[in-house]
């Protein structure tokens, strides 16, 4: 008996029901950080990742300890990155123009 192949993925119906429920589940995350905002984010923050800091904005010598942490060659990455993405959206955005239309009359 030849084998046809190793592993194969789920069901394209399996595939979306779990895909409808994934959108569920971050629908529902969302609306809750909508109404809830920061206690929404808080309570999210300690149900995934068992974090629960006195406060979510770091001070100063926070981030500069945590930055003290990156290698060096990793932090030259982060920094190239962070140019090339507010560059695409600079000239992403210098493209956008605001735009009004009277689909009918009045509307």
């Not at 974090?51 to 500069?64: D, G, K, Q, V």
Request: glycine letters at 2%; aromatic letters at 4%; proline letters at 6%.
């Amino acid at each position: 008996m030849a084998i046809t192949s190793l592993k194969s993925g789920k069901p394209a119906d399996q595939r979306a029901e779990d895909d409808a429920k994934v959108r569920a589940t971050v629908e529902t995350i969302l609306k809750d950080i909508e109404t809830r905002g920061d206690a929404a984010v808080r309570d999210l923050a300690l149900k995934f990742d068992h974090y629960a800091p006195p406060a979510f904005r770091l001070t100063p010598s926070e981030i500069e300890a945590a930055m003290a942490k990156v290698a060096p060659r990793d932090m030259e990455d982060i920094r190239f990155a962070q140019t090339q993405i507010r560059r695409f959206a600079e000239a992403q955005r210098a493209s956008m123009q605001d735009i009004e239309v009277e689909t009918l009359p009045g509307v």
